[in-house]
Protein backbone atom coordinates (compact mmCIF):
# COMPACT_ATOMS: atom_id res chain seq x y z
CA UNK A 1 0.00 0.00 0.00
CA UNK A 2 1.57 2.99 -0.77
CA UNK A 3 0.94 5.34 2.40
CA UNK A 4 2.94 8.37 0.81
CA UNK A 5 0.84 11.74 0.57
CA UNK A 6 0.89 12.77 -3.07
CA UNK A 7 -0.97 15.72 -4.83
CA UNK A 8 -2.00 14.72 -8.49
CA UNK A 9 -2.07 18.43 -10.29
CA UNK A 10 -4.13 17.22 -12.89
CA UNK A 11 -7.35 16.29 -10.62
CA UNK A 12 -6.58 19.21 -8.45
CA UNK A 13 -6.72 21.17 -11.11
CA UNK A 14 -9.91 19.65 -12.67
CA UNK A 15 -11.46 20.00 -9.27
CA UNK A 16 -10.62 23.59 -9.10
CA UNK A 17 -11.46 24.62 -12.26
CA UNK A 18 -15.18 23.22 -12.02
CA UNK A 19 -15.00 24.62 -8.24
CA UNK A 20 -15.10 28.54 -10.06
CA UNK A 21 -17.64 27.21 -12.00
CA UNK A 22 -20.26 25.93 -9.14
CA UNK A 23 -18.93 29.02 -6.90
CA UNK A 24 -20.52 31.49 -9.91
CA UNK A 25 -23.41 29.28 -10.00
CA UNK A 26 -23.76 29.19 -6.10
CA UNK A 27 -23.19 32.94 -5.10
CA UNK A 28 -26.09 33.59 -8.28
CA UNK A 29 -28.61 32.04 -7.04
CA UNK A 30 -27.95 33.18 -3.48
CA UNK A 31 -27.58 36.83 -4.82
CA UNK A 32 -31.36 36.01 -6.41
CA UNK A 33 -32.75 34.09 -3.43
CA UNK A 34 -31.07 34.92 -0.25
CA UNK A 35 -29.86 38.40 -0.30
CA UNK A 36 -28.28 41.01 -3.13
CA UNK A 37 -24.81 41.34 -1.71
CA UNK A 38 -24.22 37.55 -2.52
CA UNK A 39 -23.60 38.97 -6.16
CA UNK A 40 -20.46 40.96 -4.56
CA UNK A 41 -18.93 37.62 -4.93
CA UNK A 42 -21.06 36.22 -7.95
CA UNK A 43 -18.51 38.84 -9.74
CA UNK A 44 -15.60 38.17 -9.25
CA UNK A 45 -16.51 34.69 -10.02
CA UNK A 46 -18.14 34.98 -13.27
CA UNK A 47 -14.83 37.83 -14.63
CA UNK A 48 -12.81 34.47 -12.62
CA UNK A 49 -14.69 31.98 -14.82
CA UNK A 50 -14.26 33.66 -18.37
CA UNK A 51 -10.66 34.55 -17.66
CA UNK A 52 -10.34 30.91 -16.45
CA UNK A 53 -11.90 29.95 -20.21
CA UNK A 54 -9.80 32.30 -21.86
CA UNK A 55 -6.67 30.63 -20.12
CA UNK A 56 -7.59 27.50 -20.91
CA UNK A 57 -8.69 27.78 -24.15
CA UNK A 58 -8.15 31.65 -25.77
CA UNK A 59 -4.36 31.58 -25.19
CA UNK A 60 -1.55 29.36 -26.48
CA UNK A 61 1.31 31.18 -25.16
CA UNK A 62 1.47 29.59 -21.87
CA UNK A 63 1.04 26.01 -21.64
CA UNK A 64 0.70 25.92 -17.45
CA UNK A 65 -2.07 27.94 -17.82
CA UNK A 66 -3.96 25.94 -21.05
CA UNK A 67 -2.99 22.59 -18.84
CA UNK A 68 -4.07 23.71 -15.60
CA UNK A 69 -6.25 26.68 -15.53
CA UNK A 70 -6.35 29.58 -12.85
CA UNK A 71 -4.57 26.93 -10.42
CA UNK A 72 -1.30 27.76 -13.07
CA UNK A 73 -2.00 31.30 -12.05
CA UNK A 74 -1.19 30.96 -8.08
CA UNK A 75 1.72 28.65 -9.23
CA UNK A 76 2.97 32.64 -10.79
CA UNK A 77 1.78 34.04 -8.02
CA UNK A 78 4.10 31.89 -5.44
CA UNK A 79 6.88 31.55 -8.17
CA UNK A 80 6.74 35.31 -8.25
CA UNK A 81 7.30 36.44 -4.16
CA UNK A 82 9.59 32.78 -3.67
CA UNK A 83 12.38 35.20 -3.03
CA UNK A 84 10.33 37.45 -0.93
CA UNK A 85 8.97 34.18 0.88
CA UNK A 86 12.25 32.54 1.61
CA UNK A 87 14.06 36.04 2.60
CA UNK A 88 11.47 36.72 5.45
CA UNK A 89 9.93 33.31 6.69
CA UNK A 90 12.78 30.54 5.76
CA UNK A 91 16.11 32.10 5.29
CA UNK A 92 18.36 31.70 8.29
CA UNK A 93 20.18 34.82 9.26
CA UNK A 94 23.27 33.77 8.33
CA UNK A 95 22.60 31.43 4.62
CA UNK A 96 21.99 34.46 2.25
CA UNK A 97 24.90 35.82 0.16
CA UNK A 98 27.32 37.84 -0.36
CA UNK A 99 26.12 39.44 2.93
CA UNK A 100 24.02 37.22 5.59
CA UNK A 101 21.06 38.86 7.29
CA UNK A 102 22.97 40.05 10.39
CA UNK A 103 25.86 41.53 8.15
CA UNK A 104 22.88 43.43 6.52
CA UNK A 105 21.83 44.67 9.62
CA UNK A 106 24.86 45.87 11.28
CA UNK A 107 25.27 47.62 7.96
CA UNK A 108 21.97 49.58 8.01
CA UNK A 109 22.03 50.05 11.34
CA UNK A 110 25.62 51.82 10.98
CA UNK A 111 24.25 53.97 7.83
CA UNK A 112 21.90 55.04 10.02
CA UNK A 113 23.74 56.43 12.72
CA UNK A 114 22.06 53.73 15.10
CA UNK A 115 24.14 52.19 17.84
CA UNK A 116 25.87 48.97 16.76
CA UNK A 117 27.54 47.69 19.27
CA UNK A 118 26.76 44.09 20.14
CA UNK A 119 27.94 41.92 22.94
CA UNK A 120 30.55 39.43 22.82
CA UNK A 121 29.97 36.07 21.84
CA UNK A 122 28.08 34.88 18.99
CA UNK A 123 24.41 34.04 17.44
CA UNK A 124 25.80 31.78 15.30
CA UNK A 125 25.08 27.72 16.71
CA UNK A 126 28.35 26.15 16.01
CA UNK A 127 28.56 22.57 15.37
CA UNK A 128 30.59 19.90 16.91
CA UNK A 129 33.79 20.10 14.21
CA UNK A 130 35.53 23.29 14.82
CA UNK A 131 38.53 23.62 16.80
CA UNK A 132 37.48 25.31 20.06
CA UNK A 133 39.56 26.92 22.57
CA UNK A 134 38.47 27.36 25.76
CA UNK A 135 39.80 28.43 29.22
CA UNK A 136 39.56 26.43 31.71
CA UNK A 137 38.10 27.67 35.42
CA UNK A 138 41.37 26.64 36.98
CA UNK A 139 44.68 26.91 36.44
CA UNK A 140 45.92 23.51 35.30
CA UNK A 141 49.46 22.10 37.00
CA UNK A 142 51.77 21.60 35.12
CA UNK A 143 51.83 17.79 35.57
CA UNK A 144 48.65 18.19 34.06
CA UNK A 145 49.56 19.49 30.53
CA UNK A 146 49.83 17.53 27.80
CA UNK A 147 52.61 17.85 25.01
CA UNK A 148 52.03 19.26 21.68
CA UNK A 149 55.13 19.15 20.43
CA UNK A 150 55.51 19.77 16.48
CA UNK A 151 58.46 19.48 14.58
CA UNK A 152 58.25 21.70 11.21
CA UNK A 153 61.06 20.01 9.02
CA UNK A 154 61.40 17.01 10.78
CA UNK A 155 60.53 15.09 7.44
CA UNK A 156 63.53 16.41 5.91
CA UNK A 157 65.58 15.56 8.60
CA UNK A 158 66.84 19.66 8.35
CA UNK A 159 69.46 20.81 11.10
CA UNK A 160 67.55 23.22 11.85
CA UNK A 161 63.94 21.82 12.27
CA UNK A 162 61.81 23.98 14.75
CA UNK A 163 59.63 22.58 18.00
CA UNK A 164 56.66 24.09 17.98
CA UNK A 165 55.80 23.63 21.87
CA UNK A 166 52.60 25.48 22.44
CA UNK A 167 49.58 25.40 20.30
CA UNK A 168 48.98 29.14 19.77
CA UNK A 169 50.84 32.22 18.02
CA UNK A 170 49.68 35.71 17.73
CA UNK A 171 48.52 36.49 14.52
CA UNK A 172 49.92 38.29 11.72
CA UNK A 173 50.07 42.18 12.51
CA UNK A 174 52.13 44.02 10.84
CA UNK A 175 54.67 46.69 11.66
CA UNK A 176 52.57 50.20 10.60
CA UNK A 177 49.39 48.71 11.39
CA UNK A 178 51.14 48.20 14.96
CA UNK A 179 53.16 50.60 16.54
CA UNK A 180 56.49 49.62 18.24
CA UNK A 181 55.08 49.97 21.89
CA UNK A 182 52.31 47.13 20.87
CA UNK A 183 54.85 44.82 18.62
CA UNK A 184 56.67 44.88 21.54
CA UNK A 185 54.34 44.59 23.94
CA UNK A 186 53.02 41.42 22.07
CA UNK A 187 56.60 40.12 21.92
CA UNK A 188 56.67 39.97 25.37
CA UNK A 189 53.69 38.23 25.65
CA UNK A 190 55.08 35.49 23.57
CA UNK A 191 58.11 35.09 25.38
CA UNK A 192 56.68 34.76 28.35
CA UNK A 193 53.74 32.47 27.29
CA UNK A 194 56.31 30.28 25.07
CA UNK A 195 54.15 31.24 21.83
CA UNK A 196 54.78 32.30 18.54
CA UNK A 197 54.77 35.75 16.81
CA UNK A 198 53.35 36.16 13.23
CA UNK A 199 55.51 39.13 12.04
CA UNK A 200 52.82 40.53 9.50
CA UNK A 201 53.73 41.53 6.21
CA UNK A 202 55.16 44.94 7.80
CA UNK A 203 58.82 43.38 7.86
CA UNK A 204 60.76 42.40 11.24
CA UNK A 205 61.89 46.14 12.42
CA UNK A 206 64.25 45.48 15.54
CA UNK A 207 61.00 45.95 17.57
CA UNK A 208 60.04 42.09 17.14
CA UNK A 209 63.60 40.74 17.47
CA UNK A 210 64.08 42.97 20.93
CA UNK A 211 61.97 40.62 23.48
CA UNK A 212 63.12 37.23 22.24
CA UNK A 213 60.13 35.31 21.21
CA UNK A 214 59.99 33.00 18.64
CA UNK A 215 58.89 34.54 15.19
CA UNK A 216 57.33 33.48 12.33
CA UNK A 217 58.16 35.72 9.17
CA UNK A 218 55.68 36.57 6.73
CA UNK A 219 56.67 37.93 3.15
CA UNK A 220 54.03 40.12 1.72
CA UNK A 221 53.90 41.46 -1.53
CA UNK A 222 55.56 44.74 -1.60
CA UNK A 223 58.64 42.31 0.12
CA UNK A 224 58.89 44.45 3.50
CA UNK A 225 62.16 43.24 5.19
CA UNK A 226 63.23 41.58 2.24
CA UNK A 227 63.88 44.03 -0.38
CA UNK A 228 66.05 47.07 -1.49
CA UNK A 229 65.62 50.37 -1.27
CA UNK A 230 64.24 50.43 -5.00
CA UNK A 231 61.77 47.63 -4.46
CA UNK A 232 64.34 44.10 -5.43
CA UNK A 233 63.82 41.48 -3.50
CA UNK A 234 66.80 40.90 -1.21
C1 LIG B 1 46.08 45.53 12.96
C2 LIG B 1 46.04 44.27 12.12
C3 LIG B 1 47.02 44.03 11.20
C4 LIG B 1 47.03 42.87 10.44
N1 LIG B 1 48.04 42.63 9.56
C5 LIG B 1 48.08 41.44 8.89
C6 LIG B 1 49.21 41.12 8.06
O1 LIG B 1 50.15 41.87 7.93
N2 LIG B 1 49.20 39.91 7.42
C7 LIG B 1 48.15 39.02 7.56
O2 LIG B 1 48.21 37.93 6.96
N3 LIG B 1 47.09 39.30 8.36
C8 LIG B 1 47.05 40.47 9.03
N4 LIG B 1 45.99 40.74 9.87
C9 LIG B 1 44.95 39.72 10.02
C10 LIG B 1 45.20 38.89 11.29
O3 LIG B 1 46.38 38.13 11.16
C11 LIG B 1 44.05 37.91 11.54
O4 LIG B 1 43.96 36.99 10.50
C12 LIG B 1 42.73 38.62 11.66
O5 LIG B 1 42.85 39.69 12.54
C13 LIG B 1 41.63 37.66 12.10
O6 LIG B 1 41.90 37.11 13.34
P1 LIG B 1 41.12 37.60 14.66
O7 LIG B 1 39.67 37.25 14.41
O8 LIG B 1 41.72 36.84 15.78
O9 LIG B 1 41.32 39.09 14.76
C14 LIG B 1 45.99 41.91 10.60
C15 LIG B 1 45.00 42.16 11.55
C16 LIG B 1 45.02 43.30 12.30
C17 LIG B 1 43.92 43.52 13.31
Not at 14 to 43: D, K, P, Y
Not at 91 to 113: M, T
Not at 149 to 164: C, E, M, P, Q, W
Not at 178 to 198: D, F, P, T
Request: aromatic share 12%; glycine share 8%.
Amino acid sequence: MNNTLTVNLENLSRTANIAIVLLFVLFGLMGHFVSFFFHFLTIPFFLLVVLNLYWRYGQTTHTLLANFGFLAQVRYLLESIGPELRQYLFASDIEERPFNRIERAEVYRKSKGIDSLSAFGSLLEYGRDEIKLLHSFYPLNHDQIGSCDFVVGSARNLKTAYHIRKPIMISAMSYGALGQNAVRALARGAKLAGAIMNTGEGGYPKYHLMEGCDLIFQMGTAKFGVRTEDGVLD
